[in-house]
C-alpha cells in the first residue's frame, strides 16, 4: 500500500485494517492527529483525503490506498502559516491544544468547498463535529470564520461574528470580565 | 498497536463480482463500508474478524433516478443524501456531523446492530415510510424483499446491493430533537401516503425500525402505543418515550396533511 502524506509517498507496512490514524502516527510518525475517543465522536483525528475531511480513527489504511493525505503539518510551516493556521493563532482560537489540529483541518475544508461569504450559522454546522474539551469555542468559531472569509486578522472577524450592543459582560458581579 | 488485526485475512474488492464471492455466503466476514461502526469495534479488540471485505471500490455507491423510482447502491455514502427524497433527505441530515456523513453509508446504516448505548439505523423508518425494497445477495442468490422484512430477519448472510422505492405523494417526518452531533435518534417517526395508502414508521424505540400498522389503519396517532411498546436505554427512558411517541406522530400527520 501506499500514501502520499504531505506531498511525499510512502509506502506503507502496517496491517491493512490499521486505521489510517494509527498509520499516520505510528509508522509515519506524523502526529497532529490526535487519539481521542478513537469512535470517531471527537473529531481530533481528522485529516483530509483526498481533499475530502475524514475522520482518520474510522478508515482502514486499505481502505484509502492510493490516497492524497493533507494533515496539519502540510498546511504550512512555523515562519509561514497558512491562513487558517493564522487565524487561529491570531484569535487565540487554541488553549491545551489537543483538539486544534482537528478543527483546523475542518476549517480548511470548509474553506476549500466555501467562495468565502460564510456566516456564523454554517461556520459552526461545518465544526459541529468537533469537541474542544476546553470549551474554547467562542474563539475557535471566530477564527475559523475569519480564515474563511480569507482574513486571518481578529478585528474584522470579532466585529462580524460577536454579540453586538454590549461593550461589557460581567458573568460574576465584582469579578473582571 | 495493530496486534488485533495482524490475523486479518483482507480483502478489498474492486468489483460487484469480487464483493460477492469473496462474501460467499458471509460465514466468518466482517463488511466494512464506511467503517464508522465497525472500525472502532476492531480497534478496540471488542470484534477480531477472520476475513474483513472492504466495500469502498466494489462499485456499489450511487443514486439513480428513472420513472419515478430511485435506486440507492448500498455503498452510497449519508453525505449524497442529504437531498434525496423525503423523508430521507432529512433523515440524513440528521446523522452526526458532515464528515460521519461523508464516511457512513446506507447499507451500514440499515445493517447496523443495535447500540449498547441506544438504538442506530437512522434512516430506517424513512425507508419503511417509502416502503423501499431491498436487493440482496449471497451464496444461495440474489433477493429482493420489502425493507421491512430485511429488517426483521437480519442482516446475517446478505450483502445489500441498492435499496429502491417509488417517490410517494407527500411525507413528513417529526422527531426529538437531538442533544449533539453525535447523538443517535432517539425517537423518529416519518409518515408518507402513496396509492391512497398511509405508512407510519417509527425509529429508535427499538433494535430495528418499525411500522405502526394500528396508526395507518386508523390515522389516531395514539394507536401508536398499540404496536410499540417502548423500552428503556441511555438516551431515554421507556416512560419519556411512551408520552413523547404519540405526539411525533400526531405532528407527522398534521405535517403530512398540511402537504
Not at chain 1, 498509520?23 to 492527529?33: D, I
Not at chain 2, 460477492?20 to 469495534?41: K, L, N, R
Request: contains cysteine; glycine residues 10%; charged residues 25%.
Amino acid at each position: 500500500m501506499r500514501l502520499t502524506v504531505n506531498g511525499v509517498e510512502h509506502d506503507i507496512a502496517s496491517p491493512p485494517l490499521t486505521t489510517l490514524l494509527d498509520v499516520l502516527r505510528e509508522e509515519l510518525v506524523v502526529t497532529s492527529p490526535k487519539a481521542g475517543c478513537q469512535q470517531g465522536g471527537c473529531g481530533a483525528c481528522t485529516v483530509l483525503v483526498d481533499g475530502e475531511p475524514r475522520r482518520a480513527c474510522l478508515l482502514p489504511v486499505a481502505a484509502v490506498d492510493g490516497a492524497e493525505i493533507v494533515t496539519a503539518e502540510g498546511l504550512g510551516e512555523p515562519d509561514e502559516l497558512s491562513t487558517v493556521q493564522a487565524a487561529f493563532h491570531e484569535h487565540y482560537a487554541a488553549q491545551c491544544g489537543f483538539c486544534t489540529a482537528g478543527f483546523v483541518m475542518a476549517t480548511a475544508a470548509l474553506a476549500a468547498r466555501s467562495d468565502g461569504d460564510v456566516g456564523r450559522e454554517e461556520v459552526i454546522e461545518a465544526l459541529s463535529g468537533h469537541v474542544c474539551r476546553c470549551t474554547g469555542y467562542v474563539k475557535i468559531v471566530e477564527a475559523a470564520t475569519a480564515a474563511v472569509r480569507g482574513d486571518a486578522s481578529p478585528a474584522r472577524a470579532s466585529a462580524d461574528t460577536e454579540p453586538q450592543g454590549e461593550d461589557e459582560v460581567t458573568l460574576i458581579p465584582g469579578s473582571p470580565a | 498497536m495493530a496486534g488485533t488485526v495482524d490475523a486479518t485475512e483482507v480483502i478489498v474488492a474492486a468489483s460487484l463480482e469480487e464483493a460477492v464471492e469473496a462474501f460467499g455466503d458471509g460465514d466468518g466476514v466482517t463488511v466494512v463500508a464506511g467503517g464508522t461502526i465497525v472500525m472502532p469495534e476492531i480497534r478496540h479488540g471488542r470484534l477480531r474478524p477472520e476475513r474483513a471485505l472492504l466495500l469502498g471500490r466494489a462499485g456499489l455507491a450511487g443514486v439513480q433516478r428513472a420513472d419515478g423510482r430511485t435506486t440507492i447502491g448500498a455503498a452510497t455514502t449519508l453525505a449524497d443524501l442529504e437531498d434525496a427524497v423525503e423523508p430521507l433527505g432529512t433523515c440524513a441530515r440528521w446523522v452526526a456531523d458532515l464528515e460521519i456523513r461523508g464516511q457512513a453509508t446506507l447499507g451500514g446504516n440499515l445493517c447496523a446492530p443495535p447500540g449498547e448505548e441506544g438504538p442506530r439505523g437512522d434512516l430506517q423508518a424513512a425507508l419503511l415510510a417509502l416502503d423501499a425494497q431491498v436487493r440482496s445477495t449471497a451464496a444461495g442468490g440474489e433477493r429482493t424483499e420489502p425493507v421491512e422484512d430485511f429488517l426483521a430477519s437480519g442482516p446475517q448472510g446478505r450483502l445489500v446491493l441498492d435499496v429502491s422505492f417509488e417517490e410517494p405523494e407527500a411525507a413528513a417526518t417529526a422527531s426529538v430533537r437531538r442533544p449533539h452531533a453525535h447523538a443517535y435518534t432517539i425517537l423518529r417517526v416519518c409518515v408518507a401516503r402513496a396509492g391512497g395508502g398511509l405508512r407510519v414508521a417509527v425509529v429508535g424505540a427499538g433494535p430495528v425500525a418499525v411500522r405502526s400498522r394500528a396508526v395507518e389503519q386508523s390515522g389516531d396517532a395514539n394507536r401508536v402505543l398499540d404496536d410499540i411498546t417502548p423500552h428503556d436505554d441511555a438516551l431515554a427512558s421507556a416512560w419519556y418515550r411512551s408520552k413523547v411517541l404519540p405526539v411525533l406522530v400526531r405532528r407527522a400527520l398534521d405535517d403530512l396533511e398540511a402537504r
